[in-house]
């Protein structure tokens, strides 16, 4: 394992060598604002989406919390979970 480490170092070591590392030339000033941005925006929305999904179901976390505390049943609480979930995704869709 230590024979494989010392020569993947050794690789990492010698890239910005190589003729194919373009790393310092090829995000300069305004492409690296750019993709700055857009993995912002990506990680903005990825955010917003996650926010959504958690508020829609909630209701459904809340109920199946419920349901497993009153009956221990994990299979009862699935069951809750989906059934809650399948009616607010209805409830959103109108």
Do not use: C, H, R
């Given at each position: ?20 590392y ?9 492409a690296?604002?750019?993709?700055g ?18 508020i ?10 419920l ?12 069951i ?15």
């Amino acid at each position: 394992m230590i024979a494989l480490d010392a020569f993947l170092f050794s690789l990492v070591q010698g890239l910005p060598n190589a003729s194919l590392y373009f790393g310092e030339k090829l995000l300069n000033g305004v492409a690296d604002i750019l993709g700055g941005i857009i993995l912002l925006v990506i990680g903005i929305l990825i955010i917003v989406l996650l926010v959504a999904a958690a508020i829609v179901l909630l209701p459904a976390i809340i109920v199946a919390v419920l349901i497993w505390f009153l009956t221990g049943s994990f299979f009862y609480a699935g069951i809750a979970f989906l059934v809650v979930a399948l009616i607010s995704l209805v409830a959103m869709a109108d």
